[in-house]
């Protein structure tokens, strides 16, 4: 399935097989950052970055952002000042 070091272009890709590829990179970063070299580390960061982006694009609403995690819903939560 894969065309190379990159694998398809993340916008070929058909929206489970674009979610399962993110779910294996997610798998393997760790693995990746403390015992990959860091030509492989580079080469991770960029397909998961591809894929990332192909994906909030797609599905725009499922990579909002919980406006609990904002710093707006946060400052609110904690009865501080919001800024103005």
Known sequence: ??????G???EQLEDDDLKRELHHLYETRED????????AFEVHTERMLELE??????????TKADP???????RA????????
């Not at 982006?53 to 499922?62: D, L």
Request: a positive charge.
């Open 1 to 6: 399935m894969a065309t190379g070091a990159g």
């Open 77 to 84: 939560r904690a009865h501080q000042p919001l800024d103005e």
């Open 32 to 39: 990746t950052f403390f015992n990959g070299s860091g030509d």
């Open 68 to 74: 609990a995690r904002t710093r707006t819903g946060s």
């Open 53 to 62: 982006q192909e994906y909030a694009k797609r599905r725009p609403q499922e």
């Open 8 to 10: 398809i272009p993340a």
